[in-house]
């Protein structure tokens, strides 16, 4: 590429660059800080609730979220059709960073925590609950706009 060819570029390329800048999820688009929410813990506990209110996500925002587990008893957490309508980025567990395809259920047979960060992708009506139980003190009802 000659030098002249690659000078004269450049001033066609600032607009463009001055756009991406200006958008509202940034240069990282759907992984940028500005596009990320934390959303409040879950707690696997015998007779405590999941969480202290619904979840209401939009599709498109990158949610974080902790899961506690408090080795009162193995509990776990299953949602398939939950884990179905996100994009998993990562989990992460004891500092370890696991990147799945997907993802049905998980179980805490000690104490311990994981977080779990995804896109909410498929707008609907979801929820997570522990497997066996059918009372609302164990599931977490979820939607996604």
């Known amino acids: 590429m000659n030098q002249f060819f690659r000078w004269s570029i450049v001033p066609l390329l600032l607009p463009t660059l001055?756009?991406?800048?200006?958008?509202?999820?940034?240069?990282?688009?759907?992984?940028?800080?500005?596009?990320?929410?934390?959303?409040?813990?879950?707690?696997l506990s015998a007779?405590?609730?999941?969480?202290?209110?619904?979840?209401?996500?939009?599709?498109?925002t990158y949610y974080e979220f902790?899961?506690?587990g408090d080795g009162s008893q193995e509990?776990?957490?299953?949602?398939?059709?939950?884990?179905?309508?996100?994009?998993?980025?990562e989990i992460?567990?004891?500092?370890l960073e696991i990147r799945p395809l997907?993802?049905?259920?998980?179980?805490f047979d000690?104490?311990?925590?994981?977080?779990?960060?995804?896109?909410a992708i498929k707008p609907g009506r979801y929820n997570l609950?522990?497997?066996g139980t059918t009372g609302a003190l164990h599931r977490l009802e979820i939607t996604i706009e």
């Open 75 to 89: 509990l776990g957490l299953t949602g398939p059709e939950f884990f179905r309508a996100i994009w998993i980025d």
């Open 110 to 119: 000690e104490a311990g925590e994981m977080e779990i960060g995804f896109i």
């Open 102 to 107: 997907g993802l049905d259920s998980i179980e």
């Open 47 to 60: 007779g405590t609730p999941l969480s202290a209110e619904p979840w209401v996500l939009k599709s498109g």
């Open 92 to 95: 992460v567990v004891e500092g």
């Open 66 to 68: 902790e899961i506690q």
């Open 18 to 43: 001055a756009m991406a800048d200006s958008h509202a999820t940034g240069l990282a688009g759907l992984f940028s800080g500005s596009n990320k929410v934390d959303l409040p813990p879950i707690t």
């Open 129 to 131: 609950h522990v497997p």
